[in-house]
Every structure is written in structure tokens, then in C-alpha cells.
């Protein structure tokens, strides 16, 4: 018995490890652990098991399939903060200083984020090594796309998309962005105890990103005159990257459980095209004729598109669980509620770079080089995360003949990723907090489960210090935003190829989800070690 409370020791330790910021993603992938807030780590009694916990998934019995589906809709808006610009036409943003330019809101609908998980002892052959094959594929819970719009129409607020209309305020910082990433994956679940169980799936991920931004076309760089303006496109792809999952699980009582499961941190080695211009039919890219007319340094560049690669690092996550079980008087259990610390290392993400095979030449009219450009970079300057989550189900056996209804509810807290100084609109990983609910019906081989969840970010506001109105090119101390325009054709080194600042104004976000699943039991269902 001793030893037992000596791993649980480990495991609460484990729990306690603190950080100061909020992921990427939110709680969490399939309808089970959904309508829990992701408070999962030491239950993970699931074919999900695979993506929270593999260890839990060696205590299911027989073959199990788990098919799952989320449909994730995301709000995000952003109200820019007015500032004096001579060279920006005088009826584009009639504001004043103090004022403010039209919110953009995100665009992009709805998106399904699916799940696929199996448990499997294969017809019993692993059932007495008790040994479990596990696997499946899934997509990770997040929104893969984010629209926002380039050009406003004239006096909207918000901001109306229009094709023809006056530039959008948030033109600099993103419009439009693609992500997808799928992980394959396989492993083992083993019960070498009755209170012990240790799990490790091989994850063979695949990624994908496109990336739209506006960048500063030439000197003066401290202006936003929309005549100086080239959009530039970014699409890359990964190979298969390789990473892990480990976990174990411990039931030193009949009451207690505890978790953890360790994701190994990776990166995503993307290769892909940088255009600048409009991209043809043919996929050549130029910048538009109308637009080089009315540049008097610049008017081409070469290679258009040029080949490069974008390496995205992932982070360690570590999580770990402690859940408290009741039972009724036969035996089975009644309800539970688990709590779940979940530390993410994200400061691996300090910045973005496109790094380019061959240097993009920047070219005068007659053909000679005004300059190159081998690298664009955004700054990001993450910073690593901790999230809390509490969830709990409760049990009702025996509802019609031998189905059991499960009520499911939880809430979840993360903090923000990113500093003020850095919030953009690419990924937006502010603060969350949650809340979910849960209903599931088990019956005989069949468990439908349905879960909804809420959460918002509280409202970011990024204000320069009182007094400075707007800040150059060269100034950063007191100007608020750190996030600034691209300007790639400016001298000095990528680290210096950046115009004014272009974060300051009101971050909102908010996202909804509603998940549905079915889990299907093949075989005879009994104890693990019939």
C-alpha cells in the first residue's frame, strides 16, 4: 500500500507545477470529455483515451469504436484605436485621436472538428497479457480559420465587408488564416496491477497553413496610406512529424484516481510559396499594375513566388488529474468530480519566421535591385500556460430497463498566452473561461453522448501610456502594441523591417461548441479480467 501512496505523491506534485499563460486550444476533443471541461486525465475511460490519457484506455473491455463530431463556431472582434495619420485620406477615418476606427469581426462560419478512437484486446488475444491496441485519428479542438475583412464599406461600423470600400484599420495584422493538422495515431494501453495502468500512443502528425497579411510597400513606413499597400500570401505544408503521448493512472483507493499524461513537445517543419502580389491561374504572382503605378520605388519583385519553409514549434503538455468517486450501495458508481491541472510550454513560440531558399529581389522600374529580402518575421513572444479544470458526471441507473443516463457539467479557466504588448488577431490566444454540460444514455453495446460548451476571454484593451499620442518607427518604449506593420522592403536586417504599431484598441473573443458521439461495444461485456 505504501508504494501506491508514493506514486500518487508524484503525481500531486506533478499537478502543482504553475505557469502564467492560456493555449491555443480549447478544452477538449470528444462529447465525453466536452461535457466535463476537459476534466478527463484520471478517468479517460473512453477510446478518447488516446489524446487525454492513453493509460485509461486499458481498462475497456473487448473492441470499442468512438465516433465523435464538434461543431465549433467562434466570435472574434477587434476595435482599432484612432490615431494621426496625415497621408490617410481624410475621408477614410474622419475620427478623431481619442477615437476609434470600425470593429472587424471574424467572418469565417462554423467548422465540424472530428474524432475517430479504438480500443481493441483483438478478440481476446491481448486479454490475457491485459494489453490493449489503441489508436485512431482526430484533428485538435480549435478553430482552423479565421476571415477578416480587407476593405470596409464607407461609414460601416462594424466593419461591412466591401470589395470596393475604403481599407480596413486591420489590414496589417491578418485576413485571412488557415490551419489544419490531423494526427494519426496507434499505441498500447497495459494493467500490469488492479490499481495501476500505463498507456503511450505514436502520434504521426500532419499539417497544413496558409497565411494572408498587407504589408508596407515603402519609406515613409510611420504612415497607412492605402497606396502603398501589397498583400502577401503565405502557403506551406509539413511531412509527417513524428511525436508521443505517455500516461499512467493510479487507484490507490476505491474513491480515489489520479492521472497523468505527458505529450512530447515537436515541431511542424513546413515547406510552401511566399507571394507578394496577386497570385494568376497559373499560380505566378505579380504585384498588380495598378498598384506598381502608383509606387515610386519598387515595382516588382523576383523569384514571385518564392519557395521557403515556416517552422511552427508545438509544446510539452503535461497533464495531470485527481478524481474524487462515490458509489451507491451496489456497488456502482454513482458520481464523480475530478479536477485537472493542465501546463502547456508555449514560450517555445517567440516568433514566426518565413525563411526563403533564395532571397526575393525587390526591383527599380528599370530592373535593378532596390533590395532583398530572405526572411519575414512576426513576433509573437508566447509566453507558457496553465489551465484548471473541474467536471463531474453523475449516474442514473436502471432509467428503462438496463440503460443508464449520465448528466455531465464542468468549468474551466485558462490564462493568456500571449502579453498584452503582443495580442494579434492570427491566433488570439487571450484568457478563457468555460463552461460545459453534458448527457449521455448507455444501453446494452450502444453509449450516445451529447455535450455543449461556452467560453469566452474577458475583453483586452491595448493602450499606449498617457500622453503619447502615436509612436515612429524607431520608438517602442510607451506605444502600447508591440505589434507592427511588415515592411520588408526597409533596410537594416529582418529584426528591423517593421513600420508603426498596429495593435492598440479592444481584443473580444468568445467561442461555442456542440458535440455529439456514439461509442459502440463489440463482444461480450464484462470484467477486464473475464
Given at each position: 500500500m505504501l508504494h501506491r501512496f508514493a506514486c500518487s505523491a508524484l503525481l500531486l506534485l506533478a499537478s502543482s507545477t504553475a505557469a502564467n499563460a492560456g493555449g491555443f486550444h480549447i478544452p477538449d476533443l470528444g462529447a465525453t470529455a466536452l461535457g466535463r471541461?476537459?476534466?478527463?486525465?484520471?478517468?479517460?475511460?473512453d477510446?478518447?483515451?488516446?489524446?487525454?490519457?492513453?493509460?485509461?484506455?486499458?481498462?475497456?473491455?473487448?473492441?470499442?469504436?468512438?465516433?465523435?463530431?464538434?461543431?465549433?463556431?467562434?466570435?472574434?472582434?477587434?476595435?482599432?484605436?484612432?490615431?494621426?495619420?496625415?497621408a490617410i485620406p481624410s475621408d477614410q477615418y474622419p475620427a478623431p485621436l481619442s477615437g476609434t476606427m470600425p470593429t472587424v469581426t471574424n467572418s469565417a462560419g462554423p467548422v465540424v472538428v472530428p474524432l475517430l478512437a479504438f480500443s481493441s484486446d483483438l478478440g481476446g488475444l491481448l486479454k490475457r497479457l491485459r494489453l490493449n491496441l489503441i489508436g485512431g485519428m482526430y484533428a485538435p479542438n480549435g478553430p482552423p480559420a479565421r476571415r477578416f475583412?480587407?476593405?470596409?464599406?464607407?461609414?460601416?461600423?462594424?466593419?461591412?465587408?466591401?470589395?470596393n470600400g475604403t481599407?480596413?484599420?486591420?489590414?496589417?495584422?491578418?485576413?485571412?488564416?488557415?490551419l489544419i493538422a490531423i494526427y494519426p495515431t496507434i499505441?498500447?494501453?497495459?494493467?500490469?496491477?488492479?490499481?495501476?495502468?500505463?498507456?503511450?500512443?505514436?502520434?504521426?502528425?500532419?499539417a497544413s497553413a496558409s497565411y494572408q497579411t498587407t504589408v508596407v510597400a515603402l519609406a515613409p513606413l510611420d504612415?497607412?496610406?492605402?497606396?502603398?499597400?501589397?498583400?502577401?500570401?503565405?502557403?506551406?505544408?509539413?511531412?509527417?512529424?513524428?511525436?508521443?503521448?505517455?500516461?499512467?493512472?493510479?487507484?490507490?483507493?476505491?474513491?480515489?484516481?489520479?492521472?497523468?499524461?505527458?505529450?512530447?513537445?515537436?515541431?511542424?517543419?513546413?515547406?510552401?510559396?511566399?507571394?507578394?502580389?496577386?497570385?494568376?491561374?497559373?499560380?505566378?504572382?505579380a504585384v498588380p499594375p495598378e498598384t506598381a503605378q502608383l509606387l515610386p520605388i519598387p515595382v516588382d519583385a523576383s523569384p514571385n513566388p518564392s519557395t521557403g519553409r515556416l517552422d511552427v514549434p508545438m509544446p510539452w503538455i503535461l497533464r495531470s488529474g485527481l478524481r474524487l468517486i462515490d458509489h451507491d450501495a451496489e456497488g456502482r458508481e454513482r458520481f464523480d468530480l475530478e479536477v485537472n491541472v493542465v501546463w502547456e510550454s508555449w514560450s517555445v513560440v517567440e516568433r514566426l519566421a518565413a525563411k526563403l531558399d533564395q532571397p526575393i529581389a525587390i526591383r527599380f522600374a528599370d530592373g535593378s535591385v532596390f533590395n532583398e529580402v530572405d526572411q519575414m518575421t512576426l513576433p509573437h513572444?508566447?509566453?507558457?500556460?496553465?489551465?484548471?479544470?473541474?467536471?463531474?458526471?453523475?449516474?442514473?441507473?436502471?432509467?428503462?430497463?438496463?440503460?443508464?443516463?449520465?448528466?455531465?457539467?464542468?468549468?474551466?479557466?485558462?490564462?493568456a498566452t500571449v502579453p498584452k504588448a503582443y495580442t494579434r488577431l492570427d491566433f488570439l490566444p487571450l484568457a478563457h473561461i468555460g463552461i460545459s454540460a453534458g448527457l449521455a444514455v448507455a444501453w446494452r453495446h450502444w453509449s450516445l453522448f451529447a455535450a455543449y460548451s461556452y467560453t469566452f476571454s474577458p475583453k483586452r484593451t491595448v493602450l499606449p501610456d498617457a500622453g503619447v499620442a502615436t509612436c515612429d518607427v524607431k520608438q517602442s518604449a510607451?506605444?502600447?502594441?508591440?505589434?507592427?506593420?511588415?515592411?520588408?522592403?526597409?533596410?537594416?536586417?529582418?529584426?528591423?523591417?517593421?513600420?508603426?504599431?498596429?495593435?492598440?484598441?479592444?481584443?473580444?473573443?468568445?467561442?461555442?461548441q456542440l458535440s455529439f458521439g456514439v461509442q459502440i461495444r463489440f463482444g461480450k461485456q464484462g470484467a477486464i479480467d473475464e
Open positions: 471541461a476537459g476534466a478527463f486525465t484520471a478517468r479517460a475511460d477510446p478518447t483515451a488516446i489524446h487525454h490519457n492513453p493509460a485509461g484506455a486499458a481498462s475497456l473491455v473487448g473492441t470499442q469504436l468512438f465516433f465523435s463530431g464538434t461543431l465549433l463556431g467562434e466570435r472574434i472582434r477587434f476595435t482599432r484605436r484612432q490615431y494621426s495619420d496625415p475583412p480587407t476593405r470596409c464599406r464607407p461609414g460601416s461600423n462594424p466593419c461591412v465587408p466591401d470589395a481599407p480596413s484599420p486591420a489590414r496589417y495584422e491578418v485576413s485571412d488564416v488557415d499505441g498500447l494501453a497495459w494493467r500490469p496491477r488492479d490499481w495501476l495502468q500505463l498507456g503511450g500512443v505514436l502520434q504521426l502528425g500532419w504612415t497607412e496610406n492605402p497606396d502603398n499597400d501589397i498583400v502577401v500570401q503565405l502557403n506551406t505544408h509539413s511531412g509527417v512529424t513524428p511525436t508521443a503521448i505517455v500516461g499512467l493512472q493510479l487507484r490507490p483507493l476505491r474513491w480515489l484516481a489520479l492521472g497523468a499524461a505527458l505529450r512530447f513537445r515537436f515541431s511542424f517543419l513546413t515547406k510552401g510559396t511566399l507571394c507578394i502580389g496577386a497570385r494568376g491561374l497559373d499560380g505566378s504572382c513572444a508566447y509566453r507558457n500556460t496553465v489551465s484548471l479544470r473541474i467536471g463531474g458526471t453523475y449516474n442514473i441507473y436502471d432509467l428503462l430497463s438496463d440503460a443508464t443516463l449520465m448528466l455531465s457539467g464542468g468549468f474551466y479557466y485558462e490564462t510607451g506605444c502600447g502594441s508591440q505589434v507592427r506593420a511588415v515592411a520588408p522592403t526597409l533596410f537594416g536586417g529582418d529584426e528591423k523591417r517593421f513600420g508603426r504599431e498596429i495593435g492598440n484598441g479592444v481584443f473580444e473573443s468568445a467561442i461555442q
